[in-house]
């Protein structure tokens, strides 16, 4: 391969690039997704640049069909190559998030089986006459779900991202105190904040009491059986 082609020769040395890529955090893959997207680039411009020289002539043609394809071939490896790391990452995130659903799931059975055999219970104290008892055990059963509550890890799924995913935008919240602020003024409908009810509940719950010193909370007795 000789002439003005050869600026192209980095792609044939693509593949053996393209074998030393890893990823074993989320911090290696726009790395890897840029070096991908170089060689879609690089593609795109040998491409660009033997489509007229093909047209040519037939003689032309042949010839650099030849040298297009020696250095395609090596491209399309690379992006393949290049990709697999991301793919199997994301995959093994998944799998992981999977499992942890999984067990989640378990937990909040077995702690429904707990809560339903503590209000059981509870109402057997309360036929008894026993309502320090019964009302003991239904805080304690509150209790412990607020704790499982709390200790819910938040699932955030991995972005899956390779070469020629498209982008997308979200919210973040960088000024929480600007934000709450805009509401107040309202400036912003109240929908944009909500109340953090899983970590304000334990507070009534320890409390049991109507004031439980947060400004615009009170605490609310539910009555049960």
Do not use: H
């Amino acid at each position: 391969m000789t002439g003005e082609a050869d600026k192209f020769a980095l792609a044939l040395s693509a593949p053996e690039a393209a074998a030393m890529l890893t990823v074993t955090c989320e911090a290696d893959k726009p790395r890897v997704v840029a070096m991908v997207e170089a060689w879609r680039r690089m593609k795109k411009d040998v491409e660009s640049f033997f489509g007229p020289r093909k047209a040519a002539s037939r003689a032309v043609w042949v010839r650099d069909c030849d040298d297009e394809k020696k250095l395609l071939d090596p491209l399309e490896q690379a992006i393949k190559i290049g990709n697999r790391p991301i793919l199997e990452y994301d995959a093994k995130i998944r799998r992981e998030a999977e499992d942890a659903r999984r067990k989640q799931e378990e937990a909040a059975r077995k702690l429904e089986q707990e809560r339903q055999a503590a209000l059981q219970k509870a109402a057997e104290a309360s036929k008894k006459g026993d309502e320090a008892e019964a009302r003991k055990i239904r805080d304690e059963a509150d209790a412990r779900e607020v704790r499982a509550e709390i200790e819910k890890p938040v699932e955030v799924p991995p972005p899956v991202r390779t070469a020629g995913t498209r982008t997308t935008w979200r919210a973040r919240v960088v000024d929480l105190k600007a934000l709450c602020r805009a509401v107040a003024d309202g400036k912003v409908p109240e929908a944009y904040v909500e109340a953090n009810l899983t970590v304000l509940r334990p507070l009534a719950v320890a409390q049991k009491r109507r004031d439980i010193g947060v400004p615009g909370v009170e605490g609310e007795a539910v009555e049960g059986r």
